[in-house]
């Protein structure tokens, strides 16, 4: 993508565009997309609220549940959040390999 195109792109960004398609872009999905994975990663987070809350009564039960599952979504969301990253700086026409 040019400079130009990517700085038409800016000034034709609405909050609709900001609010509703700039995120999903920026890791490669589209908005129906992105629903489905960032709903998803909340229904397992709800999930894993009550196994915080059975342990919390129980100290017996899910142990390392919880623990476990969190570290497994923190590197689902890594790589995730990394295109984000670069998909921004490349936007940006910023491209260091050293960021």
Do not use: N
């Given at each position: 993508?040019?400079?130009?195109?990517?700085?038409?792109?800016?000034?034709?960004?609405?909050?609709?565009?900001?609010?509703?398609?700039?995120?999903?872009?920026?890791?490669?999905?589209?908005?129906?997309?992105?629903?489905?994975a960032?709903?998803?990663?909340?229904?397992?987070?709800?999930?894993?609220?009550?196994?915080?809350?059975?342990?919390?009564?129980?100290?017996?039960v899910?142990?390392?549940?919880?623990?476990?599952?969190?570290?497994?979504?923190?590197?689902?969301?890594?790589?995730?959040?990394?295109?984000?990253?670069?998909?921004?700086?490349?936007?940006?026409?910023?491209?260091?390999?050293?960021?």
């Open positions: 993508m040019s400079q130009t195109t990517i700085d038409r792109a800016r000034r034709c960004s609405t909050p609709f565009d900001r609010l509703f398609r700039d995120h999903p872009r920026e890791v490669g999905e589209t908005y129906f997309q992105h629903m489905a960032s709903g998803g990663f909340g229904f397992r987070l709800l999930r894993l609220a009550g196994a915080a809350f059975a342990h919390a009564l129980v100290p017996g899910h142990k390392t549940t919880v623990s476990t599952a969190i570290r497994g979504m923190a590197q689902e969301m890594g790589g995730r959040a990394e295109e984000a990253k670069q998909s921004r700086m490349r936007d940006a026409g910023v491209w260091d390999v050293g960021l």
